[in-house]
């Protein structure tokens, strides 16, 4: 199991037993980082505004651990000082009600870079 970056290029088409895990497929990170702010998507409850509100401060790592904890039902474990918590679980029911089983034996793929943290790192660890 690995990850790949997807890619917008004409005619990119993905490996065979590859499954995405980007932003807009159910496996996408809900969280992302602007400047050393977070964001997280509240699209569920803002159908006119931005979906995007502001979570916390941090750093890549940090939305990447954010998801970990999201997809593992940890959130407890974190330090981090959040503005508001509705949002986070909102998404903790969201992926609790996901089989991440579905994901076993597929290389996951995203548009992220290979030399960066990815929240795809954290569900091949999940499953390995």
Not at 4 to 11: A, D, F
Not at 42 to 60: M, N
Not at 109 to 114: G, R
Request: aromatic share 10%.
């Amino acid at each position: 199991m690995i990850r790949l970056q997807r890619k917008r290029t004409k005619g990119f088409k993905l490996p065979p037993n590859t499954k995405c895990v980007n932003r807009g497929t159910k496996w996408g990170n809900p969280v992302k980082l602007i400047g050393d702010m977070i964001y997280i998507n509240a699209s569920h409850r803002r159908k006119i505004l931005d979906p995007w509100v502001y979570l916390c401060k941090g750093d890549i790592n940090d939305v990447v651990e954010l998801y970990r904890l999201l997809v593992t039902d940890n959130i407890s474990l974190t330090d981090l000082h959040f503005e508001s918590t509705y949002d986070i679980d909102w998404w903790l029911d969201y992926f609790r009600n996901l089989d991440v089983k579905e994901l076993e034996g597929k290389n996951l793929a995203c548009f992220c870079s290979l030399s960066s943290p990815c929240h795809a790192d954290s569900l091949i660890e999940l499953l390995t």
